[in-house]
């Protein structure tokens, strides 16, 4: 999730951005954005089959209003992915992104004024949607179909409440990357670590090795209103490696409370390298700076030489500096976050969700459109810098830019992947996006313990 | 209906809904007069009620209607409509999360008024009819035209922490390596970290208290002064026995407005920390409850609250402003 709610390249504009997104809660404005989002790619060469959206009639002047999360500069490749739609209906689609969506998405459905179709990062919101608004409508036949097509089982699960089935997924994302600068990693003699106790050994190897603000790793949660969320999925990817996918399940559908042992074991598993001083924070300061270190530079030490490892998503390949080469033989690169054995590849994911409040023919057939492998594939071509990969398998990976989403997009459809979606984002919004996130930061931030942690997260469960 | 309802991006389409809201307006104001004017001795609550009539009618679903189903749901459990009794309140007051809450709105209540009006007053009598007068008002005004969002970024800026041995970015840290002490992480030392976020607060305020406890000191009447001066006063007992008393009235009304303001406070807070590291107030967490963790029973409790704390507050400064006026 979150992939690009926070896609900001520079601290400038991470700023502004901040400056925005409380500026819109102030004036209780929405920030509109409009736009052809010309010069996202070349989607708009993109050749699609037009004989698909016949069926929903003539569709010529009609208008779709879409509301994400998704904004600058994101936004421009997404808007260049629905060109080849409109091109081929005549339906105008109407784009509002805005930082503060999950939020205000809520307020505009009980004033009943919803928009038509709105992109979902958490499969939470969509239940609370579902369950204490009654507002989602299930997924056309044509949607469904798509999915059953093109997703798996898992990913459509996620889009499903109780039975029945509403929003078709858009996006993935792979989150158990560690990002590393590959020529530090040459001139030291370091190897990229295979298991876990490899990647425990090569920490205490920097750790001896290296002197002043430099430590192996660095890490960052801050994040405006979300802040914490970045350290929710360095617990969920140990709970993965720890307890293995079964428990993460049980956990995750609050089966085992929030606080039971194992979990303290993955949280005590994370915080053999965010507790320790010597091993965090590179150039940003003690255990503490993670609080408040803002997470879409805490990669950047690597960059400076302070740090060796930044444990982030594939999309935080879009969070670089302008200028830093994404690579094997660049300035940066990620590896695979490794399991306790070579044999399992427990991953982390998370995606967004189409979902649909009104049930007009041009909507159904955005919705169709948006659920095809046509559209990832127009996603992939508008998205010329990189930083997005599908789980859609109708997704050609030789349309993706870069090596990088090439490697994401190996991971997600490895059979040997056992992949998990991200809990926070699973579990009620009261512990997800709430307490859950609260409760790291003040892991970070205080001396309070483990077990104090969890439990106070297991209380706030409703 | 959906015709009146959204005019979206058309101009048109908006003049002319306005046209018809003016044309609405007439026709109704011409229908009370007429009926207002109709009977030959009206009673005089009939034409009181007559032009009061609708402004009451708005007030009613406007003001009271919304408060009333406020007060409702603070009695319900989350969204889900089962009446709960005051549980929300009981959590309110027992649950350690919103204990902290609570404090920290008393201590904003109390402290940031007070040190903003305090300054402004000494601050304003400092530099009444010195040389720099206007330039020195002007310095300290400022800060007023700036957005609290504004304020806060900048003030984030003052606290930022980078670890000892890279460059510092946030000027107090740099202070504290100059005066050679150790970087400080500001916004995560409680309780600290409480009053440093009330420093923008104050910031922005005191030239607020500044320019109308300035003017109030300009309008006490120099035979006043000039009697105390013949009798030997000076110095601080002029302030403290002339000036102190005279303005004393507009002292309050000035503590009371911040004190309102203060209470409403949600953006400094948000702004700097989001309420983490035990900062929150309750203005930023009922949001927080009601929009992020969808509760909206526990949202309505805490906006109650709020209420019922500012309702004497309002009433103490209104009554001081009739006063005000009066001496004037």
């Known amino acids: 999730m979150r992939i690009q709610k926070f896609g900001s390249r520079r601290r400038g504009i991470a700023l502004a951005a901040g400056i925005a997104s409380t500026a819109l809660v102030l004036g209780a404005c929405a920030d509109t954005d409009e736009g052809s989002g010309g010069d996202g790619g070349d989607a708009e060469a993109f050749e699609i089959d037009c004989a698909a959206y016949e069926e929903f009639g003539d569709l010529e002047g009609t208008t779709v209003t879409v509301y994400t999360t998704i904004v600058e500069p994101e936004a421009e490749t997404q808007q260049a992915s629905y060109e080849p739609f409109e091109e081929c209906t005549g339906v105008t689609v109407e784009y509002e992104g805005s930082r503060e969506m999950e939020a205000q998405l809520p307020v505009r459905v009980q004033a009943g004024n919803p928009p038509d179709i709105a992109i979902l990062p958490q499969p939470g919101l969509l239940s609370t949607l579902v369950n204490e608004y009654d507002a989602v409508l299930p997924a056309p036949e044509q949607v469904e179909a798509n999915v059953d097509e093109f997703w798996s089982e898992d990913w459509k699960e996620y889009g499903t409440v109780d039975g029945t089935f509403y929003a078709a997924p858009l996006g993935s994302n792979v989150k158990s990357f560690v990002w590393y600068s590959p020529s530090m990693f040459a001139d030291a003699g370091y190897e990229i670590p295979e298991t876990w106790d490899d990647l425990i050994t090569l920490t205490e190897t920097i750790a001896e090795g290296n002197e002043g603000a430099t430590r192996p790793w660095c890490a960052g949660v801050e994040s405006g209103d979300a802040t914490g969320w970045p350290a929710t999925d360095w617990i969920e990817d140990m709970v993965l490696r720890s307890a293995g996918p079964e428990v993460y399940d049980q956990w995750v559908s609050h089966d085992i409370p929030f606080d039971d042992p194992q979990i303290v074991e993955a949280f005590d598993m994370a915080g053999e390298i965010l507790k320790n001083p010597d091993h965090v924070n590179g150039g940003l300061g003690g255990v503490d700076s993670i609080a408040t270190a803002s997470w879409t530079d805490a990669g950047y030490p690597i960059l400076e030489g302070n740090c060796w490892m930044h444990r982030a998503a594939n999309f935080y390949a879009t969070q670089w500096p302008e200028g830093t080469e994404v690579g094997p033989e660049g300035d940066v690169y990620a ?100 307490s859950f996130w609260s409760g790291m930061t003040e892991w970070f931030a205080s001396d309070r313990s483990t077990e104090q942690v969890t439990s106070d997260i297991e209380k706030s469960w409703p | 209906m959906d015709w009146l309802k959204y005019a979206g991006d058309d101009p048109v389409h908006k003049l002319l809904l306005m046209l018809i809201a003016i044309v609405l307006f007439v026709v109704l104001m011409a229908i009370i007069l007429f009926v207002v004017d109709r009977p030959r001795n009206p009673p005089r ?92 008002k002007g310095l300290v005004f400022l800060p007023m035209a700036i957005s609290m969002v504004g304020a806060s970024i900048i003030w984030k800026f003052v606290y930022e922490f980078k670890p000892q041995g890279v460059e510092q970015t946030g000027v107090l840290n740099q202070f504290m390596v100059w005066l050679g002490g150790e970087p400080q992480q500001w916004l995560l030392s409680r309780p600290l970290n409480t009053f440093l976020i009330m420093v923008v607060f104050v910031w922005i305020q005191t030239g607020f208290a500044m320019t109308l406890l300035s003017a109030s000191i300009k309008a006490i009447p120099t035979d006043i002064t000039e009697a105390a001066r013949l009798d030997g006063v000076s110095g601080f007992g002029m302030f403290w026995r002339i000036t102190i008393p005279s303005i004393r009235p507009a002292l309050i009304v000035v503590l009371t407005t911040i004190a309102m303001t203060t209470l409403k406070t949600f953006d400094i807070v948000r702004t700097m920390t989001a309420g983490q590291f035990d900062t929150s107030i309750v203005a930023l967490e009922f949001y927080d409850q009601g929009f992020r963790q969808n509760d909206a029973g526990m949202a309505a409790a805490l906006a109650v609250l709020l209420f019922v704390i500012v309702v004497p507050v309002v009433v103490y400064n209104v009554r001081q402003q009739r006063k005000v006026e009066e001496i004037r």
């Open chain 1, 335 to 434: 590896f695979y976050l490794p399991a306790e054995t070579t044999d399992e590849k427990p991953t982390l994911v998370a995606g967004e969700f189409i979902g649909a409040f009104t049930d007009r023919p041009e909507v159904e057939a955005f919705q169709t459109y948006l659920s095809s492998s046509d559209w990832a594939n127009a996603k992939a071509a508008a998205t010329p810098a990189g930083g997005w990969v599908s789980a859609n398998n109708g997704m050609d990976p030789e349309n993706l830019a870069t090596d990088f989403d090439k490697l994401s997009a190996e991971i997600l459809a490895d059979e040997a992947t056992v992949a998990r979606f991200d809990g926070s984002d699973l579990m009620p919004s009261a512990v997800g996006t709430d």
């Open chain 2, 45 to 136: 609550w009939f034409v009181g009620f007559g032009f009061t009539g609708i402004a009451l009618l708005l007030l009613l679903a406007g003001l009271v209607y919304p408060a009333l189903s406020t007060i409702w749901t603070s009695f319900l459990r989350r969204n889900s409509g089962d009446f709960v009794g005051l549980d929300n309140y009981v959590r309110a007051f027992t649950e350690p999360q919103f204990l902290i809450v609570l404090g920290n709105t008393a201590l904003w209540v109390l402290v940031a008024p007070l040190v903003a009006t305090f300054l402004g007053l000494v601050y304003a009598y400092l530099v009444d009819r010195s040389r720099f007068e206007k330039i020195a």
